[in-house]
């Protein structure tokens, strides 16, 4: 059983939940690079259909992957999800992607977490893709948090992303053409039921220490190192926490000091 597709399934309702209680205007842009909230979520359902049309069948992901990549050349990844999913906004883009989740979940929650599915990078296994899922609609859903002016409640069901954000440290080197430190800075982290997580040995010299969600923050980059309450210490841990990138794709910068923050109303 995969325990992380119930851990996409939780991060997803409590964002659907979000949107229909704070009745969001989805066309207003976001501060996560001015994405509106519409693309947000057709972005999310765009790559939870495809993993769970990777389980289904390679020949058919491949056949989405190639119709798909020219858009994506032509127009952006936006414009060819906007334009693969323009008939739906509003509430039924809400219920429809949710349900689809929800399927996505359910196919992950029986697979063997170790079966090999293709994606537009190199294969991944069950476990990683719906990790992965689980990270990009807890990443991107910051950016609705942030805009309705609410903080999220977290629960320990974002370890996944933890686990990511710490096992990809080679990855922010290698996406940048960097030699990777030799030295893997040890990571303490406070979960919000205030368990504690250990990732990597015991380093006097350089660690990383705080909430759990200000890690979660950092490696995807909806906040900057300098907006949350992370103790780092050395030379390593702070390079790593200045540019720390978990995701797929070209690097990216994370955004600048105080670019992305909780919208105030009223």
């Known amino acids: 059983m995969i325990h992380e597709a119930d851990d996409f399934l939780k991060e997803t ?7 229909l209680d704070a009745n969001l205007d989805l066309d207003q842009p976001t501060l ?16 939870n259909e495809a993993a769970l049309l990777s389980t289904e069948s390679t020949e ?33 883009l809400i219920s429809t992607w949710q349900a689809s989740a929800e399927r996505t979940a359910g196919v992950f929650r029986s697979i063997d977490p170790e079966r090999r599915l293709p994606w537009a990078g ?34 320990d069901h974002i370890r996944p992303i933890a686990e990511l954000g710490v096992r990809t440290f080679g990855w922010t080197y290698q996406v940048r053409g960097e030699q990777k430190p030799s030295i893997k800075p040890h990571v303490r982290l406070t979960a919000p039921s205030g368990a504690i997580w250990t990732f990597n040995p015991e380093h006097p010299d ?40 978990c995701f797929a794709g070209p690097p990216e910068a994370p955004p600048a000091p105080g670019q992305r923050h909780m919208t105030e109303h009223g």
């Open 206 to 245: 350089e660690r990383i220490e705080g909430s759990a969600t200000a890690f979660c923050q950092v490696v995807t980059q909806t906040r900057n190192i300098a907006d949350v309450d992370l103790v780092v210490k050395g030379d390593v841990a702070t390079d790593w926490m200045h540019k720390a990138q």
């Open 13 to 19: 309702t409590g964002l659907a939940k979000l949107l």
């Open 60 to 92: 058919a992901f491949q056949a989405m992957l190639m119709e798909a990549l020219p858009k994506v050349a032509a127009g952006g990844m936006r414009g060819y999800e906007d334009e693969a999913f323009q008939h739906l906004t509003g509430s039924e």
């Open 122 to 155: 190199p294969p991944m296994s069950a476990q990683s893709s719906i990790s992965a899922r689980l990270m990009e609609t807890w990443a991107h859903g910051q950016a609705l948090y942030d805009l309705a002016g609410r903080a999220r409640i977290d629960g």
């Open 32 to 47: 996560f690079k001015s994405w509106t909230g519409t693309q947000i979520i057709r972005h999310l359902h765009c790559w």
